[in-house]
T-cell receptor
Framework: DSGVTQTPKHLITATGQRVTLRCSPRSGDLSVYWYQQSLDQGLQFLIQYYNGEERAKGNILERFSAQQFPDLHSELNLSSLELGDSALYFC?????????????FGSGTRLTVV | QQQVKQSPQSLIVQKGGISIINCAYENTAFDYFPWYQQFPGKGPALLIAIRPDVSEKKEGRFTISFNKSAKQFSLHIMDSQPGDSATYFCAATYESNDYKLSFGAGTTVTVRA
């Protein structure tokens, strides 16, 4: 157990729908990062939050949004889902804004859009 | 655009053999180069990392070799074991980027007993 908790583990939904992925960081970690892992794009950085504030955006679609709550858990909202959004979504956390000793990843949420 | 290019895509090695994975980068701002190991159904886990001020780092059976002038780095897995069968990702990052990771495409290593 890495200490980063992601729910749900699996999600199957239809095109056009909206889903919410949840991440609880390791105790004491203030930064949360979201990554998307797909077969054709590999691991892509989506967005980073630090202590409730958006810190940086990567290759995140406008249909996707995220937030980090006062208790530091984070949610990634995916809307108007398309088949191509099917992927593994990972959350990672680190103590500071960036941790040179690496992040801790959760086990991911596997999203299947049908 | 992949900022870190990784090869090979997959490799098969006999137990006790050496696995070698290569990565190359262009962005000279990168100052931290971690390797992650990922087992099926799990998230990536930090395996070993190096900074460009050293040419080699060894931790157990895992060694990173770093060539700053060539902008290349590689992972060597010595005495490969079946438990090493996993996907390995190289990555690169830098402090002013809050250490956001740019990953290579990954290499699936299969160690045959």
């Amino acid at each position: 157990d890495s200490g980063v908790t992601q729910t749900p583990k699996h999600l199957i939904t239809a095109t056009g729908q909206r889903v919410t992925l949840r991440c609880s960081p390791r105790s004491g970690d203030l930064s949360v990062y979201w990554y998307q892992q797909s077969l054709d794009q590999g691991l892509q950085f989506l967005i980073q939050y630090y202590n409730g504030e958006e810190r940086a955006k990567g290759n995140i679609l406008e249909r996707f949004s995220a937030q980090q709550f006062p208790d530091l858990h984070s949610e990634l909202n995916l809307s108007s889902l398309e088949l191509g959004d099917s992927a593994l979504y990972f959350c990672a956390s680190s103590v500071g804004r960036g941790d040179s000793y690496g992040y801790t990843f959760g086990s991911g949420t596997r999203l299947t859009v049908v | 655009q992949q900022q870190v290019k990784q090869s090979p895509q997959s490799l098969i090695v006999q137990k006790g053999g050496i696995s070698i994975i290569n990565c190359a980068y262009e962005n000279t701002a990168f100052d931290y180069f971690p390797w992650y190991q990922q087992f099926p159904g799990k998230g990536p886990a930090l395996l070993i990392a190096i900074r460009p001020d050293v040419s080699e780092k060894k931790e157990g059976r895992f060694t990173i070799s770093f060539n700053k002038s060539a902008k290349q780095f590689s992972l060597h897995i010595m005495d490969s074991q079946p438990g090493d069968s996993a996907t390995y990702f190289c990555a690169a990052t830098y402090e002013s980027n809050d250490y956001k990771l740019s990953f290579g495409a990954g290499t699936t290593v299969t160690v045959r007993a």
